[in-house]
């Protein structure tokens, strides 16, 4: 079975610095997705940036970027210029590309504080 | 423009209770899904379904029943509560064409306590 590991569950950044949360994925597999989903307070669930496996440039979200290592099977999120508001819990997800059927896999999940 | 639609937000249910939570989406989703949210645990799967007439259980089934009567509609019932099922549940839908990295649309969730 796939599954994502988040090693940090809390992190902290300073407003306007920069900060990179971690994640691990186990798989056999090689056609995948991979999302990174922000949960505020508010308990909404809201996608940030998403990666397909077969691209090699790493996706970009305004000051949301991830570092996609195929071979390590590792995809880290830089939050650059941090805000107030990037402050939430930050789940990444991994989906294998197997057609309509295929599950989104969490992983536990990292709290970000960001302090002034 | 609606989304994934949940009821209710909150839920206090006994011990051996049962209740539904509702689940609808606008969108012409295909895949509709239900997960719950325990911390430290992340997101788990509970029960999915590709369309109309069709479920299958995912990761944590046990004690939770679906059912898919229509595109639009994915109601999950507890049989009878237990306090194991106190979480957070959150149903979630996609697109299924062509778009095959269509990210999971969320509804705002279910906080249901069990006593």
């Known amino acids: 079975a796939q599954t994502v590991t988040q090693s940090q569950p809390e992190m902290s950044v300073q407003e306007a610095e920069t900060v990179t949360l971690s994640c691990t994925y186990d798989t056999s597999e090689s056609d995948y997705y991979l999302f990174w989903y922000k949960q505020p307070p508010s308990r909404q669930m809201i996608l940030v940036i998403r990666q397909e496996a077969y691209k090699q440039q790493n996706a970009t979200e305004n000051r949301f970027s991830v570092n996609f290592q195929k071979a390590a099977k590792s995809f880290s999120l830089k939050i650059s210029d941090s805000q107030l508001g990037d402050a939430a819990m930050y789940f990444c997800a991994y989906r294998v590309n197997t057609g309509t059927a295929s599950k989104l896999t969490f992983g536990t999940g990292t709290r970000l504080q960001v302090t002034l | 423009n609606a989304g994934v639609t949940q009821t209710p937000k909150f839920q206090v249910l006994k011990t051996g209770q049962s209740m539904t939570l509702q689940c609808a989406q606008d969108?012409?989703?295909?895949?509709m899904s239900w997960y719950r949210q325990d911390p430290g645990m992340g997101l788990r799967l509970i029960h999915y379904?590709?369309?109309?007439?069709?479920?299958d259980q995912g990761e944590v089934p046990n004690g939770y029943n679906v059912s898919r009567s229509t595109t639009e509609d994915f109601p999950l019932r507890l049989l009878s509560a237990a306090p194991s099922q106190t979480s957070v549940y959150f149903c979630a839908s996609r697109s299924t064409g062509t778009l095959y990295n269509s990210p999971l649309h969320f509804g705002n969730g279910t906080r249901l306590t069990v006593t």
């Open positions: 969108m012409n989703h295909e895949y």
């Open positions: 379904s590709v369309g109309a007439g069709i479920t």
